[in-house]
């Protein structure tokens, strides 16, 4: 069993390699301005954005969403915004996976909700997600602006976005912690965008 202090180590160790990754990441913000001009171009055209992703990457996918369409910060008074996370209908999931596979399950309704000038965020840590992989190419048939949040090298899925931010490492937790910072990055500049809340 480790020792108290071996913890401690280890505790101390895993948040700096977490702020280790956020600190590469804030070296090159270009991405995620990127990223935001394709978010504030759809909501300003009152298209949409939408959400996929496996696992925790699912969970950040309908927080993400619920942000936009409740409220991010308490401070700013807004609309409510239209966005979507595939991950949210079991009926669905289920009824693709049954009836197309699992690798169908975000892809067969985008392909019916998803409309030109939307924007997909494809959430995947290997950049490998067979399901996410799928939406992406769906998305890229029917003109929707594609995102990835990504990690490692960013795998396949990096040929299929328009615009990707990419966590370098291979550790999913690690990964995870910088997607939903960025997401939350990226909504907060949105956010700042669409109401003036800066002034």
Request: glycine share 10%; hydrophobic share 45%; proline share 5%.
């Amino acid at each position: 069993m480790p020792t108290e202090r071996g913890e401690a180590a280890h505790i101390a160790a895993l948040l700096r390699r977490g702020a280790a990754l956020k600190q590469a990441l804030a070296e090159a913000p270009e991405p995620v301005i990127a990223i935001v001009d394709a978010c504030e171009a759809a909501i300003r055209a009152g298209n949409k954005l939408m959400f996929c992703g496996n696992g925790g990457s699912a969970a950040d996918s309908q927080h993400l969403a619920t942000e936009l369409l409740i409220r991010l910060r308490g401070s700013v008074a807004r609309d409510s915004w239209p966005a979507l996370a595939l991950t949210l209908d079991p009926a669905a999931l289920t009824a693709a996976g049954n009836d197309f596979g699992f690798d169908e399950v975000f892809a067969r309704p985008l392909a019916g909700l998803g409309r030109s000038g939307d924007v997909l965020f494809g959430i995947t840590t290997s950049g490998r997600s067979p399901s996410v992989l799928r939406a992406l190419e769906v998305a890229r048939d029917k003109g929707i602006v594609t995102v990835g949040m990504l990690g490692g090298d960013g795998g396949p899925a990096l040929a299929l976005c328009d615009h990707a931010i990419i966590v370098p490492d291979d550790t999913t937790a690690r990964i995870q912690e910088c997607h939903i910072t960025l997401g939350h990055i990226i909504l907060e500049l949105l956010e700042d965008r669409l109401t003036d809340a800066r002034r």
